[in-house]
């Protein structure tokens, strides 16, 4: 046997429990079960690392019970273990609720996997209003806007925003208790999560501005807001100030890249 064939017997033989043939003896079948469970040990931390609000909103024993049926699901594919985790809240959404208690919790992964994606996006340099206000009064029709790369928008079903706010702020290590949370109610919306300043920031969008969003990601030009905005609001006089207020909010908050 080849030592690449050997090499990929002893991966299969840690990562899904294949029993490699002919190369064990005593001492390295004792060791083999010690690489098993530290592959399945840093992979269950490496997603307690990306997922730090569900870990604890789930407690201990709770997650650890996710994490080693979500290894054994979905074992890593990725050379990094930065992005492993990546389709835990669709896991999630199919489990029972032996290992999902509350369907709200996919929410809560959901937003913890947007905010460590939007904090380990590419830079970009931003647009600014200088830039904009260099156009010509023809410009504007055809003007298409460009998302920063840190930019995610991502639909949730509960309003999980206050619930996870506290859990990221507790602090488990101070000794205090595990803030008093309510089930988060049912509520279909879009979260906005984005970087600023190296730091993530995130908040509920409203119907309007997340249609509008829709459209720059689509890369729709500004006539086109201007029209999505109109039906949105029922007032064709009411769509330009709409979204030029909305263009000067994304200006602030660091949405916009140059293109």
């Not at 509520?187 to 501005?209: C, M």
């Not at 890369?219 to 029922?234: D, I």
Request: hydrophobic content about 50%; proline content about 7%.
């Amino acid at each position: 046997m080849t030592l690449a064939a050997q090499q990929h017997m002893l991966a299969a033989a840690i990562r899904d429990g294949a029993e490699p043939q002919g190369l064990l003896t005593a001492d390295s079948a004792r060791g083999l079960a010690v690489y098993r469970h530290a592959y399945r040990a840093r992979l269950a931390q490496a997603l307690a690392d990306n997922f730090t609000v569900l870990a604890r909103a789930l407690g201990d024993d709770g997650f650890d019970a996710l994490a080693q049926a979500y290894i054994a699901a979905r074992p890593s594919r990725q050379p990094s273990i930065r992005w492993f985790g990546d389709g835990l809240a669709g896991f999630m959404a199919a489990a029972g609720d032996d290992l999902v208690p509350h369907a709200s919790l996919v929410d809560v992964a959901r937003m913890d996997w947007a905010l460590r994606g939007a904090f380990d996006a590419a830079d970009a340099p931003l647009l600014d209003a200088a830039t904009l206000a260099a156009l010509g009064a023809d410009d504007w029709a055809g003007l298409v806007l460009h998302l920063h790369p840190s930019v995610q928008r991502v639909p949730l079903a509960h309003a999980v925003e206050p619930a996870w706010k506290l859990l990221r702020e507790w602090d488990p290590d101070a000794g205090t208790p595990s803030p008093e949370v309510d089930a988060p109610a049912p509520h279909a919306h879009t979260l906005l999560a984005w970087r600023q300043a190296d730091g993530t920031r995130w908040r509920a969008l409203e119907p309007l501005e997340d249609a509008l969003l829709a459209e720059v990601a689509q890369g729709a030009p500004f006539a086109r807001l201007c029209e999505r905005a109109a039906a949105e609001l029922g007032d064709p006089d009411a769509a330009a100030p709409a979204v030029v207020g909305l263009l000067q909010r994304w200006l602030a908050d660091g949405l916009l890249r140059q293109p």
